[in-house]
């Protein structure tokens, strides 16, 4: 059975960018996200699942650092928990890490799917995320494919 997760726009942005959109449903079900981030990305796939968030304080209150979408990202993670939220911004990690929930970004999200199956090499993906303008740095890159058992 496949858990759920929140997603904010960059990961949906940037997988679309290089065909791998689908990866997301075929981790995680269902993917939910907030209206927020169904404005930022532009449109609703029909195994997306946007739910407004009810915690007006929390939001509000993420809000004064952190975008909207961001903001309302985590806020509904904290609210359907379990959840696994999918955040690449690093402050916006730092305050979904704060909140107790479990962080995965882009990623993280490519050695799952590689645990999964679903690909056969991290490195392929992590240079299509770079080409289509994702910063990685080259340590989390390093990381990544030592993970990935893929470090040359």
């Given at each position: 059975m496949k858990s759920n997760a929140v997603v904010d726009s960059t990961c949906l942005i940037v997988l679309e960018r290089i065909a791998r959109l689908s990866l997301?449903?075929?981790?995680?079900?269902?993917?939910?996200?907030?209206p927020e981030v169904a404005l930022e990305f532009g449109r609703i796939l029909d195994w997306m699942e946007v739910?407004?968030?009810?915690?007006?304080?929390?939001?509000?209150?993420?809000?004064t650092r952190l975008g909207a979408g961001e903001s309302a990202a985590i806020t509904?993670?904290?609210?359907?928990?379990p959840s696994a939220i999918i955040l690449d911004d690093l402050d916006a990690r730092r305050h979904a890490q704060k909140l107790g929930?479990?962080?995965?970004?882009?990623?993280?999200?490519?050695?799952?799917?590689?645990?999964?199956?679903l690909?056969?090499?991290?490195?392929?993906?992590?240079?299509e995320l770079t080409q289509s303008g994702f910063y990685l740095s080259l340590a989390i890159?390093?990381?990544a494919l030592r993970a990935a058992n893929e470090l040359t």
């Open positions: 997301l449903s075929e981790l995680y079900s269902p993917v939910v996200i907030p739910r407004r968030p009810t915690g007006l304080e929390m939001f509000q209150a993420l809000s509904l993670a904290v609210e359907i928990a929930l479990p962080v995965i970004g882009t990623v993280g999200l490519t050695l799952k799917a590689k645990k999964a199956g690909i056969s090499d991290v490195r392929v993906v992590l240079d890159r390093n990381e």
